[in-house]
């Protein structure tokens, strides 16, 4: 079965770090550029950073620039997003997501989602 699974969240406080993992199971993950997503309770998912397959280069949500870092262990088949200096605004269920010819950064780039990982930043 192909799917990606997130894993990593949790409670944490301001200014605290996470590190979030989008593992791929049943297909090779190298060949594919996978996004990072979110969902604050009630507000619409967006995405928060991309990472591309060939060149690796990267995108980022203005609001994430300079505390997120993306990166992808393609011998471990896994995608990481390193959270540090979180704010009660980076709350959320993160979601992981991938494709083959482009990376996705809109919610409309992708077709099916996993259970994602539940972040909480409070005090």
């Known amino acids: 079965q192909v799917q990606l699974v997130e894993s990593g969240g949790g409670l944490v406080q301001p200014g605290g770090s996470l590190r979030l993992s989008c593992a791929a199971s049943?297909?090779?993950?190298?060949?594919?550029?996978i996004g990072w997503f979110r969902q604050a309770p009630g507000k619409e998912r967006e995405g928060v950073s991309c990472?591309?397959?060939?060149?690796?280069?990267?995108v980022y949500k203005n609001s994430v620039k300079g505390r997120f870092t993306i990166s992808r262990d393609n011998a471990k088949n896994t995608v990481y997003l390193q959270m540090n200096s979180l704010k009660p605004e980076d709350t959320g269920v993160y979601y992981c997501?991938?494709?083959?010819?482009?990376?996705?950064?809109?919610?409309?780039?992708?077709?099916?989602w996993g259970q994602g990982t539940q972040v909480t930043v409070s005090s």
């Open positions: 997501a991938g494709r083959s010819d482009y990376c996705p950064t809109e919610v409309a780039d992708v077709g099916s």
């Open positions: 049943g297909f090779t993950l190298e060949t594919y550029a």
């Open positions: 990472i591309n397959s060939s060149s690796g280069s990267t």
